[in-house]
């Protein structure tokens, strides 16, 4: 009978550059792990979001088979209206809930989006989209009155897009600190046999101070006052997690993994200003400076397309008989795509520069597709650019992120590393999927791979 147990620890958005190269030796519980184990590069699913990437991982399906392409989504055939990710808008089963079927128990903490809290066998806390602590954030109900008394009040998350960086910093580690606690309470106070939890703080230091760290930045400054605080947090981390290894034993393996990358962000396409430029969107009246799409006077008569911003940009296209005020005919549907594809793969940068922009239709990613998926989803050179949403700008270039402060974009890689006690391997297997988490996940711990899973067994 299988008796192994598996603690996945989440490390949002770490890089193979910061964690594998330059930050390795300031981390000796993490290297010992590598030195043993098995690791690599993790490529992320499309698209590279925090949600959907998360529940990519947990199970073993990509982004159109969830219905997820990130944190908003449109209501279907609205130019305006739109809906959170939620748990439940999650309809595949997690890791979680398969084991549960063969008895196995399971601690979650963290993971987005799993708010509001739903059964598990087990125990779970929400992620980084709960609103606060004074809602329902635990299952069973009870256990946050138990984390109240025994950690104090709960955090999920930090505002990381502030001009006050010293406050910020303080803000990270005291919500740090708070999981941690809480993690190695539920490890040590509760049954499991699967225990997975996403640190998202990491996520917010690489946005928020990559530039003072990454001299290949354009903003970056020598001898800035944050200059080695990336470094700093990383040690936080491996000391925390030398902790938690303490308290394990030889038959738990341990794996490492994040959802995505980070790498400078090189500056902002502001995509309805392109495709205004482009003769695709047309305003009746101008807009103000940093108006949001919804909120602007569009002459939608004579519009074939706008879009949504983000770490990736999402093209709607003004459909007849779908949308509202829809111009293009149905026929004609694809023309347009392909038109509108080739325009905005065109599109050079602030210095004249061609860009590497990826665009793509949803179909060309995903063999099932299900919810509100975009008509395009564009990549302004490969994830190098982010994109801006809202309007009223005399040019499509920004030079700061329109929503806060922001230093980072997505990258495509994020990383993994696994660990069996009772092996000695310290192998660098090369690139894996996101999708192969879970399936691995259920062979570890002894049980059939479901034969819908789109990932596969990572072998060690």
């Known amino acids: 009978m299988n008796k192994k147990k598996l603690i996945i620890i989440?490390?949002?958005?770490?890089?193979?550059?910061?964690?594998?190269?330059?930050?390795i030796e300031d981390c000796p519980n993490i290297k010992k792990l590598m030195e043993s184990g098995v690791y690599g590069k993790l490529r992320t699913c499309d698209p590279p979001i925090t949600i959907?990437?998360?529940?990519?991982?947990?199970?073993?399906?990509?982004?159109?088979?969830l219905g997820l392409y990130g944190f908003r989504h449109r209501?279907?055939?609205?130019?305006?209206?739109?809906?959170?990710?939620?748990?439940?808008?999650?309809k595949e089963p997690k890791v979680w809930d398969i084991i549960a079927k063969k008895g196995l128990k399971s601690c979650v903490l963290g993971l987005p989006p799993t708010y509001p809290p739903q059964?598990?066998?087990?125990?779970?806390?929400?992620?980084?989209?709960?609103?606060?602590?004074?809602t329902a954030f635990t299952y069973p109900p009870e256990l946050k009155e138990e984390i109240i008394k025994n950690i104090g009040d709960y955090l999920f998350d930090v505002n990381f897009r502030v001009d006050k960086k010293e406050i910020l910093l303080k803000e990270i580690y005291e919500m740090s600190k708070i999981q941690f606690k809480t993690i190695k309470y539920l490890m040590e106070n509760k049954e499991w046999d699967y225990f997975k939890?996403?640190?998202i703080g990491l996520d917010r230091f690489h946005h928020a101070f990559w530039k003072y760290y990454d001299k290949k930045h354009d903003k970056y400054e020598l001898d800035n006052p944050f200059e080695f605080e990336m470094k700093k947090y990383y040690q936080y981390l491996d000391t925390k997690i030398g902790e938690l290894l303490d308290i394990l034993d030889d038959d738990t393996i341990?794996?490492?993994?994040?959802?995505?990358?980070?790498?400078?962000?090189?500056?902002?396409?502001?995509?309805?200003?392109?495709?205004?430029?482009?003769?695709?969107?047309?305003?009746?009246?101008?807009?103000?400076?940093?108006?949001?799409?919804?909120?602007?006077?569009?002459?939608?008569?004579?519009?074939?397309?706008?879009?949504?911003?983000?770490?990736y940009a999402r093209i709607f296209l003004n459909l007849k008989g779908r949308e509202p005020n829809g111009i293009i005919e149905k026929e004609d549907y694809e023309n347009w795509r392909d038109e509108i594809r080739e325009k905005i793969k065109s599109i050079k940068d602030h210095n004249g520069n061609q860009m590497n922009t990826k665009v793509y239709k949803p179909e060309e990613l995903f063999e099932i597709i299900r919810g509100d998926a975009?008509?395009?989803?564009?990549?302004?050179?490969?994830?190098?650019?982010?994109?801006?949403?809202?309007?009223?700008?005399e040019s499509m270039y920004l030079d700061e992120n329109d929503t806060g402060p922001d230093d980072a974009v997505h990258d495509w890689y994020g990383v993994y590393i696994i660990f069996d006690p009772k092996k000695k391997i310290g192998k660098n297997l090369g690139e894996k999927s996101i999708l192969d988490i879970a399936p691995t996940s259920l062979n570890i711990l002894g049980l059939e791979i479901p034969f819908d899973m789109e990932g596969h067994i990572i072998k060690f």
């Open 10 to 23: 989440g490390l949002d958005c770490a890089t193979p550059r910061t964690l594998f190269e330059e930050f």
């Open 75 to 90: 209501k279907a055939n609205s130019y305006d209206d739109f809906w959170i990710a939620t748990s439940y808008s999650i």
């Open 119 to 134: 059964k598990i066998n087990g125990c779970l806390v929400t992620g980084f989209i709960t609103p606060d602590s004074t």
């Open 254 to 311: 341990i794996m490492i993994v994040s959802d995505h990358g980070a790498k400078a962000m090189k500056g902002l396409i502001c995509v309805n200003m392109a495709l205004e430029q482009l003769g695709l969107l047309k305003f009746k009246t101008k807009p103000k400076p940093r108006t949001r799409i919804g909120d602007a006077d569009i002459d939608w008569e004579n519009t074939y397309a706008w879009g949504w911003g983000g770490y």
């Open 374 to 393: 975009p008509d395009l989803m564009v990549y302004f050179d490969d994830l190098n650019w982010r994109s801006a949403g809202t309007v009223g700008y």
């Open 52 to 65: 959907p990437a998360w529940l990519v991982m947990a199970t073993g399906k990509k982004a159109g088979t």
């Open 197 to 199: 939890f996403v640190i």
